[in-house]
């Protein structure tokens, strides 16, 4: 049962426009969402985070927005560049039974991004 | 580079055999996390090590089993291998167990079982 999901595979978008990937999650025990982008042949780099008490976190290009209600979370790239072609996961930090951060993290599948030039 | 280091990169075994994965995460970082990504899966966690000490577990089968050693390297073994073994294994590090944001992955160890 997953507990994050990223329900789109891929993604393609024209250099320039808006990107935005979605994860929906269904256990309302985290503290944290978090992005992360792999290029091929590399390891996932962290993107951003946005705590669970807040419902968006900018940070330059990349602004990440929180429905705690819809237990939906999203990730706008603007404006979108080549370099921003790479997978992108959604990951969830879950919360221990005393409330502190369990410490792993619950990835989704991932988003593939292709921004065409 | 990320300052985790993965070796070997890749590997190729046989069905039934046992391998081990190495990991030295980032200078200064305790915690290690161990997760697997299969075709058409997410980064699926395996389990945690806080300066040697087992912190969490996820979906690790018995088949695979996990330390970390005095000097914080870590290693993750696999034994009697099946076909649906083969997947990046990725190791990432952080400062300490309760950060549950800002892991550094390594690049990982693509094991082959054939």
């Known amino acids: 049962d997953q507990q994050v999901k990223q329900n789109s595979p891929s993604l393609s978008v024209q250099e320039g426009r808006i990107s935005i990937l979605n994860c929906d999650y269904t256990?309302?025990?985290?503290?944290?969402f978090l992005w992360y982008k792999k290029y091929p042949a590399e390891g996932p780099t962290f993107l951003i985070s946005?705590?669970?008490?807040?419902d968006k976190n900018e940070d330059g290009r990349f602004t990440v927005f929180l429905n705690k209600s819809a237990k939906h979370l999203s990730l706008h790239i603007v404006p979108s560049q080549p370099g921003d072609s790479a997978v992108y996961f959604c990951?969830?930090?879950?919360?221990?039974?005393?409330?502190?951060?369990?410490?792993?993290?619950?990835f989704g599948k991932g988003t593939k991004l292709s921004v065409k030039p | 580079d990320s300052g985790v280091t993965q070796t070997p990169k890749h590997l190729i075994t046989a069905t039934g055999q046992r391998v081990t994965l190495r990991c030295s995460p980032r200078?200064?970082?305790?915690?290690v996390y161990w997760y697997q990504q299969s075709l058409d899966q997410g980064l699926q966690f395996l389990i945690q090590?806080?300066?040697?000490?087992?912190?969490a577990k996820g979906n690790i089968l018995e088949r695979f089993s996990a330390q970390q050693f005095p000097d914080l390297h870590s290693e993750l073994n696999l034994s009697s291998l099946e076909l649906g073994d083969s997947a990046l294994y990725f190791c990432?590090?952080?400062?300490?167990?309760?950060?549950?944001?800002?892991?550094?992955f390594g690049s990982g160890t693509r094991l082959t079982v054939v």
């Open positions: 990951a969830a930090s879950p919360l221990n039974l005393y409330g502190g951060s369990q410490g792993n993290l619950i």
């Open positions: 946005i705590s669970s008490i807040k």
């Open positions: 200078s200064g970082d305790l915690s």
């Open positions: 256990n309302s025990m985290f503290d944290y």
């Open positions: 090590y806080y300066n040697g000490e087992e912190r």
């Open positions: 990432a590090s952080s400062a300490s167990p309760g950060q549950g944001y800002g892991y550094t």
